[in-house]
């Protein structure tokens, strides 16, 4: 028997269900704001709606002299690049008649570290994904359709944990986007190579910090969406439940007014 296995064994032994249960119980709640924001943070990135608004709401083309059809074919190779395995990104477009490179070396080194976290956010979004199914299905298949209410339950609260600290970010941004943005490059890149001059790196004028705040945004409000769907779910269920006592429902009988 491998050490791994055995030290879970005897984790296992140690814990009372009631406790691995609550664990599971914690980890689910957790699990779900993860995913449900590294999901649209992945939609976002993918959203060809949002670098049309972006070219055109931060007027980029006259920004950066470049034509609008030409900024959304350099944001159909930069969403491409991030989808492949290619390891450098050669973004190509027509300038003043002229097809040539667009980015320096340094936007093309720091481009391919913001390959490396998008394609982190994507092992998140899986690998929350899956564990959530696992619970579905481990539920379902232990405790039948007896775990549908405790899954309403778990739902709902996820819910509101997913709208609490989405809340707290969005209003964070809108207070100080400036501080909240430094935070992140300065915690997610372990390079200065982020630090890009607007008079010399086509990458930041195109993309300007205005730019990701409108994501951000989006992100913010397809979470919240999500999260206040998921919060009604236990309310709904226990409307709608067919195991309802019925008791319960000769009581909402007595109490319906003629």
Request: glycine fraction near 6%; charged fraction near 15%; charge should be positive.
């Amino acid at each position: 028997m491998s050490v791994c296995r055995r030290i879970v064994i005897s984790v296992l032994n140690y814990i009372s269900p009631r406790g691995l249960r609550l664990i599971i119980t914690a980890l689910f709640i957790a699990t779900v704001p993860v995913f449900l924001i590294s999901t649209n943070v992945r939609v976002v990135i993918n959203m060809t709606s949002l670098y049309s608004y972006g070219f055109d709401r931060f007027d980029i083309p006259t920004s950066t002299g470049i034509e609008h059809t030409e900024l959304m074919s350099a944001a159909d190779q930069i969403r491409e690049y991030f989808n492949n395995d290619e390891d450098l990104l050669d973004v190509r477009i027509f300038q003043r008649g002229i097809r040539r490179s667009i980015f320096n070396d340094r936007e093309i080194l720091h481009m391919r570290d913001v390959k490396g976290l998008v394609n982190g956010v994507h092992a998140v979004q899986i690998s929350t994904g899956f564990f959530l199914i696992a619970v579905v299905v481990i539920g379902f298949t232990v405790y039948r359709s007896q775990f549908a209410p405790s899954l309403a339950e778990l739902a709902s609260l996820s819910g509101l944990t997913t709208l609490g600290l989405v809340i707290l970010v969005g209003l964070s941004s809108l207070i100080g986007f400036d501080r909240l943005f430094l935070a992140f490059h300065l915690i997610s890149f372990s390079n200065d190579l982020w630090q890009l001059d607007p008079g010399t790196d086509m990458l930041i004028t195109i993309f300007p910090q205005n730019f990701f705040f409108a994501a951000t945004m989006i992100i913010a409000g397809l979470s919240i969406t999500q999260a206040l769907l998921l919060t009604i779910i236990k309310p709904l269920w226990l409307k709608t439940a067919p195991w309802r006592p019925i008791q319960d429902r000769h009581m909402l009988l007595t109490h319906r007014k003629p």
